[in-house]
């Protein structure tokens, strides 16, 4: 009567280690996906790129020229805008953007918005600009995170947190 039970409980602990195997590897679990769908969005008086749940974009200088350097714990914060090549192209045709995609550490593709990749942050809620102008560090790397404007100029940093 035992060994069924037994069975039973190491069937149940395989299938859970199976499941977090197909994991992406690059850490990105809250990534956002982009199903062509991205939009102009007005936040605060400036044109942004929102995701389609209206989340504003963020992308950070360190990583230009598609260097991802926001992996691990970063992306818990701030979670990647997956898209394929095809939904990038559609979606800059209908915001007037310069959209690409870029390969993430795990093969994921994400999307870039003028070389960088895009971002939402995980604190905020739709039509917000809480993570425009923050400053945190991750693995040693310095990011300073800003909304990916369609128009308007840069703006100041509102907050600053490090050592996650």
Not at 110 to 116: I, K, P, R
């Amino acid at each position: 009567m035992r060994l069924p039970i037994i069975l039973s409980a190491l069937l149940i602990g395989a299938a859970g280690l199976g499941v977090a195997a197909c994991g992406s590897g690059d850490g990105s679990a809250g990534a956002s996906t982009a199903t062509g769908i991205v939009s102009v969005a007005s936040v605060d008086g400036t044109d942004v790129l929102a995701d389609s749940a209206g989340k504003t974009l963020y992308s950070a200088a360190v990583e230009k020229g598609g260097k991802i350097r926001c992996v691990g714990a970063c992306t818990t914060f701030w979670q990647p805008m997956l898209a394929s090549k095809a939904a990038a192209e559609k979606a800059a045709g209908k915001v007037d953007a310069q959209l690409g995609v870029v390969r993430r550490p795990g093969g994921q593709q994400q999307l870039t918005f003028d070389g960088l990749p895009l971002y939402t942050f995980a604190d905020e809620g739709t039509g917000k600009l809480q993570g425009d102008g923050f400053a945190d560090e991750f693995r040693g790397t310095h990011f300073q995170w800003m909304a990916a404007r369609t128009s308007g100029g840069a703006s100041a940093p509102t907050d600053s947190r490090t050592g996650y």
